[in-house]
């Protein structure tokens, strides 16, 4: 009975994906699209990286949003109870990579994030690479990850999201409406949105390897 | 147009092995994979729809993709520490 059943749902499943593939063909012919506008009005964004430019200026909102969807997740994860403690301390050959590995990772990140204006790159490379420096770190036997005292890793989680409304209502304040950045300043406002971003995105991808409440270390503020 | 279909066909290929594996197997951890490779099964017909013909790439699908990603890997840990958290439950009745 659970053969027949799997053979029912594989058959269902082959024939949809034969469908899509069907619809696919008919998709891929060059038709109108968003693209053409988009690259037409890039110069008014300030950065001249078009995925940048659709992230941070475009759709500016939806990437706000995607923020707040990765706090809500570490609070999610921070509300499951403690995590558990780190693995054991790297031995010496595993601690030498990780000395060198850490702020090579730190660097291009870095690097990534400044390249995002003008080439692919940007926040979310660059926050995924921070992200790596700490999942390597507690492979290592951080139990930590890396990461700041508790109090501090809540405002860089936040950090993100926070400048990302602040920007939005100054832009409001200017009268420029929420995240419509005036032309001058374009380019600066993405850069700080970024930066923030690509620490908040760090912070939050090492925090959920981590995968619990940080357990603070002595003479900390204690947990949330 | 070729290279396109073959990328976007591998797409849905892969879209359609990890929802039959949602479907198909029982424990948690094995849905959470097949999801997350339903997930890059959508990316990849994300990014194959992105480049039609000769025309430059579409910036937009590409934006999405790179913020999906980001957002699958934190949705991925969230479930993954809720099922750690179920199997403790489990453990300690």
Redesign the interface.
Known sequence: MRRAG?LV??AL??L??LW??WV??D?????P???EL??QELPNTGVSN??T???LA??AY??LL?LA??LA??L??WS??AASPGFQPAGTVLRGMVKLVVPLLILTGGYLLWVGGHAPG?A??A??LLGAAGVVLRLAGDARAGLPPVPVQRRLAVAGAATFVLVGLATMAFGTGFLSYPPAWAKWLILTIETAATLA?GV??AA??V??QPVPRSGEDGPL | MMTSLLYGGAGVILFALGLWAFLVYEPLLRKLIALNIMGSGVFHLLIAIAERGALAPDPVPHAMVLTGIVVAVSATALALAMGRRLEDDDDAR
């Open positions: 799997t749902i594989g499943v082959g949809l994906a899509l593939l696919l063909r998709v891929l012919v060059p038709t699209r968003l693209a988009a690259l078009p995925v430019g659709v992230l475009y759709r939806d990437t995607e969807v990765l997740a570490l999610g994860i499951l109870g940007g979310f490379q926050g995924a995105i939050t991808l959920a390897y995968g619990g």
